[in-house]
């Protein structure tokens, strides 16, 4: 069963021979979660889990660094100093950064087992409204962390052209009942997070008023265009599902594992890049 509005901490390159890798050298690989609970601190020993289990395993035997980070401060900053070569993303994230930071979708994760994810627009049931253009106020998500991108994915526009504010959290739970007791006009929830309220009493003073077709889950993407590291972590991701060893660590990391991106996703990437370029 799902723990309610916990962090989605989620995470097909053959290689043709094993990179070389500089002594001492680590590779660098972000978990980016705008908005998720936790902290760095709090998540470094499952980063730390990861980072092994891929430096045991990825082709080379790199030294595989691993943080998490939920705050676009932190991520920036994280980017900057620490020059990363993979990332798990959410998918406003990578609509949004990239171009600036040159990322490119090398897998997705599959949450629950999941290949599409939904955003949804929550808003109390005694409103009796009709559609999102009516509503005023504010709306609270952590989706709002990359307003603009779900703006364009949900409502076809800019987050400044919405009639109302699209208001960034990483306390979902506390913004769902600001919403059922009218202290709020709204909530943006991604699937996951949908789900988990499905168990909640406040489930029921809610509906939905706007909802996307279906999206791609998070990311794992790579900055700047391939390389022996990019190419030696992404096999050793994908392989982790055939893996009995890493079924803990997959279980902890809300995945069942990775997958490809397909053709067919690779075109739905790009026209969602397109769809919601500013």
């Not at 990359?146 to 919405?162: I, P």
Request: proline fraction near 8%; charge should be neutral; include cysteine.
């Amino acid at each position: 069963m799902r723990k309610p509005f916990a962090a989605v901490v989620l995470l097909g390159l053959a290689l043709a021979a094993a990179p070389v890798f500089a002594a001492g050298d680590p590779v660098q690989f972000l978990v980016i979660q705008p908005g998720a609970p936790g902290s760095s601190n709090e998540a470094a020993p499952l980063m730390a889990r990861l980072a092994d289990y891929l430096s045991r395993h990825a082709a080379g035997k790199p030294i595989v660094k691993a943080l998490y980070v939920n705050t676009p401060t932190a991520a920036e900053r994280a980017i900057a100093t620490l020059q990363p070569q993979l990332a798990i993303v959410t998918l406003p994230y990578y609509l949004e950064e990239r171009e600036r930071h040159g990322l490119r979708a090398q897998l997705i994760t599959r949450p629950g087992g999941h290949t599409e994810d939904y955003y949804r627009l929550l808003v109390p049931v005694k409103t009796h409204m009709t559609s999102w253009k009516e509503l005023r106020g504010a709306v609270w998500g952590t989706l709002c962390f990359n307003a603009d991108a779900v703006a364009r994915l949900l409502f076809q526009q800019s987050a400044d052209a919405l009639p109302f504010r699209c208001e960034p959290t990483d306390r979902l739970l506390r913004a769902v009942r600001q919403v059922t007791k009218g202290e709020a006009a709204g909530v943006l929830l991604t699937d996951e997070q949908f789900d988990a309220l499905s168990a909640l009493p406040e489930r029921k003073s809610l509906t939905s008023l706007a909802q996307t077709t279906p999206l791609p889950p998070p990311l794992v993407v790579s900055f700047d265009g391939p390389s022996g590291a990019v190419a030696a972590l992404t096999k050793a991701l994908l392989d982790m599902k055939a893996d009995p060893a890493a079924h803990d660590l997959l279980n902890e990391l809300r995945t069942d594992g990775f997958g490809p991106i397909d053709s067919t996703l690779a075109a739905q990437l790009d026209a969602l890049a397109k769809a919601t370029a500013p």
